[in-house]
């Protein structure tokens, strides 16, 4: 046999294969089909892709779990403490449903209820008027006790900023 046929034979056999394997994906795919000539690396391919969530409800904030879980408590403290706060706005997203929670707990006004927010937020005293406060105040709401507005970015490191208030 002669070896330079045989090598023809095996170029010519896989480019075939892969004509053919392009040929199908492309019949199958939603979009347009990638050209031939495209080369992908993994680097690339990352990051133009958005990662899926999957089930996180609460974002990483760039935090462990335990500093993150003290930087919730602290900042539902003060929004309830004080009405209102400015902070970022992932932060504000991320303690609105913290704040929520906690006012729930207000209207629901029982002793398991009251121990919960005792153990969540930082000052005694407040719980204890939040709870006196708190029915009333929001009686015919169901939900959504704060809101979140957004400012101008922080000068420095030109973070977008946000406002969380109770409604």
């Known amino acids: 046999p002669d ?44 990051s133009s892709l958005e990662m899926m969530r999957h089930g996180r409800k609460v974002p990483q904030l760039g935090k462990p ?22 902070t970022t706005l992932v932060r504000a997203k991320a303690v609105r449903s913290e704040v929520d929670k906690m006012i729930g707990l207000a209207k629901d006004g029982s002793l398991e209820a009251r121990r919960r927010a005792i153990g969540w937020m930082y000052d005694k005293q407040l719980v204890h008027a939040l709870f006196e406060q708190a029915p009333e105040r929001y009686a015919e709401r169901e939900g959504g006790y704060c ?21």
């Open 3 to 46: 070896p330079a046929f045989s090598r023809a034979m095996r170029c010519a056999l896989v480019l075939t294969l892969l004509a053919a394997t392009a040929v199908a994906t492309s019949a199958f795919m939603v979009g347009p089909a990638l050209p031939t000539n495209a080369v992908r690396s993994p680097s690339s391919a990352l």
């Open 147 to 167: 809101r979140v507005l957004r400012t101008m970015p922080r000068k420095g490191d030109n973070a977008k900023m946000g406002i969380i208030e109770l409604v």
């Open 65 to 86: 779990a335990d500093q993150r879980k003290a930087l919730l408590r602290g900042l539902t403290t003060e929004v309830i403490r004080h009405g209102r706060i400015t």
